[in-house]
Each structure stands twice: as structure tokens, then as C-alpha cells.
């Protein structure tokens, strides 16, 4: 039998479902399956990601702002221009 379609990337997938959850007032970690310092690791790891990516995030965010802020700036300009020309086009002759 052929597997195509989801079936295909839901191969090598565990076929038992997900552990039962662990009983109130359990540890909710199996205990032993990594030591203490591998927790530590991949806490830090994960706390670094989290960080890079939220500072990425706000650097992209501020540039946005400060672009948009300086194109505001440009139109105003620009629209303020023209006005002046439109009124100076107006002004009757002394």
C-alpha cells in the first residue's frame, strides 16, 4: 500500500498516543529522563531565543515607526508646498 498525501508526513510518527497526565500532587517532569544540567541548558537556550527574537521584533518594529513617521513628515511637507503655491496662484493682482 502506497502512503501518500498527510499519511506521508505522518510516517515514523510514534504510533502510541500521548502519555496519560500525571496524577494531582505528581511531578509533572519524568523524573531521571534528563539530568539537571540538561534542564538548565535548555532553559537558557530557550530564554535566548525568546530574547534575540523579541529584540529583533522591537528593532523591526522602531524602524517601521521611524519610517513611517519621516514619510508622514514628507507629505505634510510637500502638501504644505502646494498649498502655498495654490494660494500664491489666488492672490489677486495690486
Same mark, same amino acid.
Do not use: I, K, N
Given at each position: 500500500?502506497?502512503?501518500?498525501?498527510?499519511?506521508?508526513?505522518?510516517?515514523?510518527?510514534?504510533?502510541?498516543?500521548? !502519555? !496519560?497526565?500525571?496524577?494531582?500532587?505528581?511531578?509533572?517532569? !519524568?523524573?531521571?529522563?534528563?539530568?539537571?544540567? !540538561?534542564?538548565?541548558?535548555?532553559?537558557?537556550?530557550?530564554?535566548?531565543?525568546?530574547?534575540?527574537?523579541?529584540?529583533?521584533?522591537?528593532?523591526?518594529?522602531?524602524?517601521?515607526?521611524?519610517?513611517?513617521?519621516?514619510? /508622514?513628515?514628507?507629505?505634510?511637507?510637500?502638501?504644505?508646498?502646494?498649498?502655498? /503655491?495654490?494660494?500664491?496662484?489666488?492672490?489677486?493682482?495690486?
Amino acid at each position: 500500500m502506497e502512503v501518500t498525501g498527510l499519511g506521508l508526513d505522518l510516517v515514523g510518527l510514534p504510533t502510541r498516543g500521548l !502519555q !496519560q497526565p500525571a496524577a494531582p500532587g505528581a511531578p509533572r517532569a !519524568q523524573v531521571g529522563a534528563f539530568t539537571t544540567g !540538561q534542564r538548565a541548558a535548555t532553559v537558557a537556550l530557550r530564554g535566548a531565543q525568546f530574547a534575540a527574537v523579541g529584540f529583533l521584533a522591537s528593532l523591526f518594529g522602531h524602524g517601521l515607526t521611524v519610517y513611517l513617521v519621516r514619510g /508622514r513628515r514628507c507629505l505634510r511637507a510637500s502638501a504644505e508646498r502646494l498649498a502655498d /503655491r495654490v494660494l500664491w496662484l489666488r492672490t489677486p493682482a495690486a
